[in-house]
């Protein structure tokens, strides 16, 4: 847990608190930012988020429901295409990753997606593995912070 | 006015169905190629079509191509997302037929302004 908040909200407390969790989530990726792998962008882009449903804490929750039920499984296909050498699926499951994670605002996931989908077309397989290593913990730390600010609208 | 919003990315399809809904529009989901052509098919059909390209099934352009050439949906605007940038896609799109190509992440008030503007020139 990144962040705790008394209930309840206050208007305008919803940006707040995306805009904390995704800074910590930020600033706990500064210790590997002379590793190579590293990916650029934020974890979560808060304000655009927000724009995305209109400032509606339900829709949001909803949304953060929806992307965190499908996106793991894709997470999981670009592991198992990676392992079994599908370049189609590697690069179908990517696409729809970087798509789902654009939505979502999480820039890295996003990012690193994309990279997926360039290795799968070049059938570059060490850069894939490369680049699979870095989306589990990029994903994992978008999940971790739209899980944070799922809780933070709670009624 | 009805909108068919086809895309398998359900979290996008939910929000861009309530918000849609918000502003007055009657969005039915369809999250692959065959409902999005069955629900294109129905009576009364949709006034626009929002169609993602990478579904499950055939290809939205596949599908799209099937919208086109069939006399029954040939007249729906039709408007191609994707998160793809590739001029190349766009510009096949295009020459399937689509209305619109817009790329992922989409701003679904500007969709909104869009579908409107469709919806005068269909």
């Not at chain 1, 999480?106 to 989306?135: F, M």
């Not at chain 2, 529009?25 to 999250?31: D, I, K, L, Y």
């Not at chain 2, 409902?35 to 929002?50: G, H, N, W």
Request: hydrophobic share 45%.
């Amino acid at each position: 847990m990144q962040d705790c908040i008394a209930k309840p909200l206050r208007p305008g407390e919803l940006l707040g608190i995306l805009q904390r969790v995704a800074a910590a989530a930020d600033g706990s990726n500064t210790e590997t930012s002379h590793q190579p792998g590293r990916v650029p962008g934020r974890v979560l882009d808060e304000a655009a988020l927000i724009n995305l449903v209109a400032g509606d804490r339900k829709l949001l929750r909803e949304f953060i429901d929806l992307f965190l039920e499908q996106s793991p499984q894709l997470v999981a296909d670009i592991g198992a295409a990676v392992l079994c050498g599908d370049r189609a699926v590697l690069e179908q499951q990517a696409h729809a990753l970087r798509g789902a994670a654009a939505t979502a605002t999480g820039e890295r996931v996003a990012a690193i997606a994309y990279q997926l989908e360039a290795a799968a077309r070049a059938g570059n397989w060490a850069d894939a593995e490369q680049h699979c290593a870095t989306l589990r913990g990029e994903f994992a730390r978008l999940r971790d912070v739209l899980v944070c600010a799922r809780v933070g609208t709670l009624p | 006015m009805r909108v068919l919003v086809a895309d398998d990315d359900r979290a996008l399809s939910h929000v861009l169905c309530a918000r849609l809904r918000a502003q007055g529009w009657e969005p039915t989901a369809a999250f692959d190629s065959m409902q999005a052509l069955l629900y294109a098919m129905r009576t009364p059909p949709p006034d626009v079509i929002i169609l993602d390209i990478n579904m499950p099934g055939e290809t939205g352009l596949e599908t799209l191509k099937r919208l086109k050439g069939s006399a029954r949906t040939s007249r729906i605007p039709v408007v191609v997302m994707s998160a793809t940038t590739s001029q190349h896609v766009a510009a096949t799109a295009a020459a399937l037929g689509a209305d619109r190509f817009v790329t992922k992440p989409v701003d679904p008030q500007a969709f909104s302004a869009l579908l409107s503007e469709l919806r005068g020139t269909a």
